[in-house]
């Protein structure tokens, strides 16, 4: 079995499903195409997504001695984290529910060569 390396960010203030079909498109490809990925797309959460593939990559250069080019993006995955609860005031002393969702996002690097 391959040594893999992760990264995790918790509590990002952003919903699953966004953040969802960004690691689909990175999922399985080198560290520097992912980068290149994540820096065009048009999304908020790219950004974040790109911190953590950079900290996951930066973590496994320092722990395990891997060359950051070759690295690949072995598994993401993302999960739901707690709700924020707000209330919105309406007329006639009404308040409307907001939601405000967050999300735990994982990032695993592996060396290409192992």
């Known amino acids: 079995m391959a040594t893999e390396v992760k990264a995790i960010a918790k509590y990002v203030r952003t ?3 966004k953040v969802r079909r960004i690691l689909d498109q990175i999922r399985g490809k080198s560290y520097k195409e992912a980068v290149m990925l994540l820096s065009v797309m048009p999304y ?3 950004s974040i997504i790109l911190k953590i593939v950079d900290s996951a990559a930066a973590n496994a250069q320092v722990t ?3 060359n950051k ?3 690949i993006i072995s598994k993401t ?3 739901k984290g707690p ?3 707000r209330f919105r005031p309406r007329a006639q002393g009404r308040g409307y529910k907001i939601l405000k ?3 735990h996002i994982t990032v695993q690097v592996q060396d290409q060569s192992l």
Do not use: E, I, M
């Open 64 to 66: 395990k001695g891997f």
């Open 44 to 46: 908020k959460a790219c």
């Open 83 to 85: 709700t924020l609860k």
């Open 77 to 79: 995955f993302v999960d």
């Open 101 to 103: 969702p967050t999300c």
């Open 69 to 71: 080019n070759k690295l």
């Open 15 to 17: 919903s699953p499903q």
